[in-house]
C-alpha cells in the first residue's frame, strides 16, 4: 500500500509540470518533505541501477520543486543524456548546477558529456580539458582523453554527411517501447528483432523474477514477415526461446533456419545460444560450447554464409581492450573450435563489438568504441579479399552519432541496411531503422539463390551442400525448411559451384553453377525439383527439362549486360529509387520535372500543358532553354506529373525528366543519387540530356553571327567603319523611324538599286555595333530588324555578305593596319578610353567648373547609361557643370561581406578609400574620391579601370544623399525642370 501511494504521489508531481506558468506551484522549501524523501531514494535506486530514464521522471519533478538543490539538479541533467530526445536539457540542467555548486564531483567532465552529446565538440574539448588539469584518478582521465579524441573525430565526420536516408520502420515493429538488434533473412522475408516492454514474458519483473512495479521488463524476442512490402504484426518467436529471463535475438544464418540468442542469468554474465527451425517451430536454444561461451560475457555474433565460420564479441581475458571479436572455426564434428581473436586489424584497446559477417563472406560490419569513432560505439566495415582485413571505414554521419550506435546488417545487395538507434524522431527508447543505401560506393558480388525445393513438386526438407566444382572442397552447407521447402544459398564469385540437394532417402540432385567471372550481384530465383522414380514414370515426368541455376543464371547475366546502356541502366535505377524513396520527403528538397533541355527555346510549345501548370525556364551555361515546373515534395509526385507530360507529348518519354533541387542547388538524379548508380561501367551523368534544334533559321543566324564577332568582333580596321542599317526604302516618304535621331545621327545614301539606305552611328568595331543595337533593341523593340552593315571605301554592305566575299576579305587583308587590336568586350557600365590628351594633361587642380550655366539634359531621360555610346555622350555634355550642394565620387566596389574587398591596386593613387552606407541597406560601399566636375571624376573612374577595377561607377552626393547618375537626370542636377 505505501508503495503504491507513493507511485500515485509521483504521478501527481509528473502532471503538475503540465500546468500553464501562471498556476506552477511555489518552489517548496529546500529541505525535503518525507514523502519527497522516498522518492528520492527510489530515484538513487534506479540511478545506481544505471536505469536512468525512470531516475528523470523522478529526479525532474524533485529538481523542478527544490531548484536550489545542486544535487538533484546535477543528477537530472546526467540522467538527460540518455533521454534521446531531450539531450539538449543536458547542458541547461548540468549548468545550472555548476551555478549552485562548483564543486560537484566530476562536474567538468559531465559537462564535457553533455557538450559531446549535443555536437558542440569544441565547448566539450574545453571542458575535458579542464577536467584533466583537476588531476583525476589514471581511469577517469583516460576516458576524458577518450572524449577528447571523440571530440575531433566528430569535428571531420560530421560535415561530411553520406548520401544515405535513416527511415523509421515504423509500426508495426516499432512501438513506444524498445526495439533492437534488428536481424533480417537473406531475402529479407523475416525480420526477428529484440523486444523490452509491455508485452514482454512475464510482465515487470525485479530481479528474482517476481512481478514487481519497481521492477523491468525483461527482454523477449519477437517476429515479423514481409507480405508484399509491409510487415506483419510481430508476434513473439515462441515459449521454446521466450522465457521469464532476458532471451534477445542476435544474428540469423543466411538461409533463416539458424537464430543465435543471448542469455544471461545471475550466475553468467551471457552466453550464446542457437535455435534451429523446424518447419514453423524454434527448437529450444542449445549453448554453443566452451571453446565459445566462458564465466566471462558474449553477447553477439554472426555466423558466415557457408557456416563453417562464427564471429562473436567477448570480454574473456587476454584481448586486445575490453570486448574484442574472436572466430572459431567448425570442425569435422560439427562442434565449434578453439577461438582466435580477430586481431588489431579489428579489434582496439577499446570495446569492439557487434560483428556481422556479410553473405559474401568477405565483408565484416561491426560496431567499435577505438578507431576514428565519433562517440561512443559507431559502425565500421572491414574487408578480407587478400586475407588481412582491411583498415576498417567509419560509415560516417547520418549513421553514426555521438551516440552508441551498433548491430548493422546489411542485405546481400547493399542496397539496404538496418539497425537499432535512439534517435529524436522515434516511436519509444530503441527503434528499427532501414538504411537506404545500405553500402555507399562499390556493392557486393554475390550470387543468391533462392527458392523451394520440391519433392514430387510438394515442398520438401533437403540438406544442400555446396563443392568446390574444381577440387571437390567443400565450401557450405544448407538446409531448406521442412515445411515450405525454402532453401537460401549464397555463392561468393571466382569458383565453378556443384550444388548436390538430398532428400532423405531419394537419388541427390545436382546443380552446376560457373561464378568465376561474376562481377555483380544476382539473385536467381529457382526452384529445385526432386523426383521419385515413381512419380517420373507414372507422370511421364522428364527431370532434365526443368530450368537450372546455370540458365536461371546466364539470364540475369544477360539482362546485366543489356543494361550496361546508359539510358536502360538509369531507367532501371530510377525504377529502384521510386520503390525505396518515392514518398520519402526530406527538409529544404524538392523535385522539378523538367519537359527538356533544348538548343532552340522554340522547339518546345508549353501551351499545350497550361492546365497542368505552369512553367518556367533557365538558361544553361551553354545558352541552352531548361523548361521545367518545380515544387513537387516527393519523387512519385514528381513522376505523376512527368507521366501526365508524356500522355499529352509521347514525344517526351525520351527528354522529361526529374530533377532535385536541395536547398536552391539543382542536380540531375543521377548525380544528387549517385550512391545508387555504382556500376562500374557506368559514369555518373551530370549534365541534361541536350534536345538538338530543329530548322531554325534563328539559331542558324546566331551561330552565323557568334562565328563573325569571334572572327571580327574587335579588330579595327583602317578605311572600315560599321553603321546600324534602321531602314531601306524606295522613297524618302516610306521612312517611318525619324524619331531614332535621339540616339545620333541619322544618315541617309542611295545605292545603285535604287534603294535608300538609313544608318545611325559610325562605329569602329563589329562589336560596338551589335551592343549599340542589342541596346536600341530593349528602348525601340521596332528596330530589332535593323541590320549591321560595314562601310568601307565608300561601299556600304550587309556585314554577312561583307565578310563572305572573298574579293573583300583580300583588300581587308591589304588594308589591316599593322597592328591589329584585340580588345576584351565592353562590359557595363562601359570603359570609353579618355582621349590621349586628357590623359597626359590630367589636371593637378580641379577643373574649373560652371555653376551658373543652364543644363537641358532632357535628351538623356529614360536612357540606359549601361550603353556606351550614350554614356560617352553624356560625359561629354555634362563635364564641367556643377551645382551647389553636389559632388561626385567614383564607386569601387560593394560587399555583403566588407573583408572580401581587397584594394591593392588601387592605393597607388594615393587617395583615401572610404567604406559607407548612405543607404542603409546593409551593404557596403567603397568609394574614393571627390569631385565637383563630372569631368574630374571620370578621369579618376577610368585609373580605377586601368588597374584592374573594371566595375568603376560615378555616384553622386546631394546634401547628404546618395544619388545614381540616371536619378539625377529627371532632376536634372537640381538645376531646373525637364522639359
Known sequence: ????????????????????????????????????????????????????????????????????????????????????????????????????????????????????????????????????????????????????????????????????????????????????????????????????????????????????????????????YKIGEKWTEPQSIGENINTKGHDASIALSTDGQSLFIFKSTPEDKGDIYMSQLDGETWSTPMNLGPNVNTK?????????????????????????????????ERQQSGQWGPALNLGPAVNTPYDDDAPFIHPDGVTLFFSSKGHNSMGGYDIFYSSNKTGEWAEPVNMGAPINT???????????????????????EGYGQQDIYVITPGLTGTKPILALAVGKVLLDSKPAAATITVIDADNGATKGNYRSNSTTGKYMVALPPGKSYKLAIEVAGKQPHYEYIDVKSLETYVQLQQDIQVYSEEYIHANKVDPSASDNLQARLNEQLKKYKAESNPEIYEAHTFEELLKKRGDLKKDSVTFNVDAGTYETASDFDPSKFSDLGVFETVKTPKDYTNYYVKGFNTLVSAEDFRQKLISRDPELAKVAEITVNDKGNVKLMPDYFSAYYTRKDYTVRTEPKLIKTKSNPELEERKENAKLMDEYGDKKIEGLSYKLELASVDKAADFKLQKMSKYGKIESKKTPDGKIHYTIGNFKTLR????????????????????????????????????????????????????????????????????????????????PCEPETPHDFSAFAGQSLNNPFVYEKFIKSASTMCREGLVFKVQVGAYRQPQNFVPTKLKT???????????????SRFTMGEFKTLKDTEILRQKAIGLGTKDAWITAVYNGKRYTLEELIPLNFFNKAIN
Open 1 to 224: 500500500m505505501k508503495r503504491i501511494t507513493l507511485l500515485v504521489y509521483l504521478l501527481s508531481l509528473l502532471s503538475a509540470t503540465q500546468v500553464t506558468a501562471q498556476d506552477e506551484p511555489k518552489p517548496r522549501p529546500e529541505k525535503l518533505t518525507k514523502q519527497d524523501k522516498e522518492l528520492l531514494a527510489s530515484a538513487n535506486i534506479f540511478y545506481k541501477e544505471n536505469n536512468f530514464l525512470r531516475a528523470l521522471a523522478i529526479y525532474k519533478v524533485l529538481a523542478e520543486s527544490y531548484p536550489n538543490n545542486s544535487d538533484l539538479v546535477y543528477k537530472a541533467g546526467i540522467c538527460f543524456l540518455y533521454k534521446t530526445d531531450e539531450k539538449e536539457s543536458a547542458i541547461e540542467f548540468i549548468e545550472s548546477a555548476a551555478k549552485l555548486n562548483p564543486k560537484l564531483e566530476d562536474l567538468e567532465f559531465n559537462l564535457g558529456r553533455a557538450y559531446h552529446a549535443n555536437y558542440k565538440f569544441q565547448e566539450a574539448i574545453q571542458h575535458f580539458d579542464e577536467y584533466i588539469r583537476e588531476n583525476p584518478p589514471v581511469v577517469k582521465r583516460n576516458l576524458a582523453e577518450h572524449y577528447i579524441e571523440f571530440c575531433r573525430n566528430g569535428e571531420i565526420i560530421t560535415p561530411k554527411q553520406q548520401n544515405m536516408i535513416i527511415e523509421n520502420i515504423g509500426p508495426p515493429i516499432n512501438s513506444e517501447n524498445s526495439e533492437y538488434v534488428p536481424v533480417v533473412s537473406a531475402d529479407e522475408s523475416i525480420l526477428i528483432f529484440t523486444y523490452k516492454g509491455e508485452r514482454s514474458t512475464g510482465g515487470m519483473m525485479d530481479g528474482k523474477f517476481n512481478p514487481s512495479s519497481d521492477g523491468e521488463y525483461y527482454e523477449d524476442v519477437f517476429v515479423s
Open 768 to 847: 560596338e555595333v551589335n551592343d549599340f543595337k542589342a541596346s536600341l533593341i530593349q528602348k525601340e523593340p521596332e528596330t530589332e530588324r535593323s541590320l549591321v552593315t560595314v562601310f568601307y571605301l565608300n561601299e556600304l554592305k550587309p556585314a554577312k555578305e561583307f565578310f563572305k566575299d572573298p574579293a573583300m576579305k583580300e583588300k581587308i587583308n591589304k588594308t589591316t593596319a599593322p597592328a591589329l587590336v584585340k580588345e576584351k568586350p565592353v562590359k557595363t557600365p562601359p570603359v570609353i578610353e579618355p582621349a590621349k590628351e586628357v590623359v597626359k594633361n590630367t589636371p593637378e587642380e580641379p577643373t
Open 402 to 424: 555521438t551516440d552508441d550506435d551498433l548491430y548493422y546488417v546489411l542485405n546481400p545487395d547493399g542496397e539496404t541496411g538496418y539497425y537499432s538507434s535512439n534517435r529524436k
Open 909 to 923: 593613387l594615393g587617395l583615401n578609400i572610404v567604406n559607407n552606407d548612405p543607404i542603409g541597406d546593409g551593404i
Open 296 to 328: 566471462f560475457w558474449e553477447g553477439s555474433v554472426s555466423m558466415s554464409a557457408d557456416e563453417q565460420t562464427l564471429y562473436f564479441a567477448s570480454e574473456r581475458p587476454g584481448g586486445l581492450g575490453g570486448r574484442d571479436i574472436y572466430i572459431s
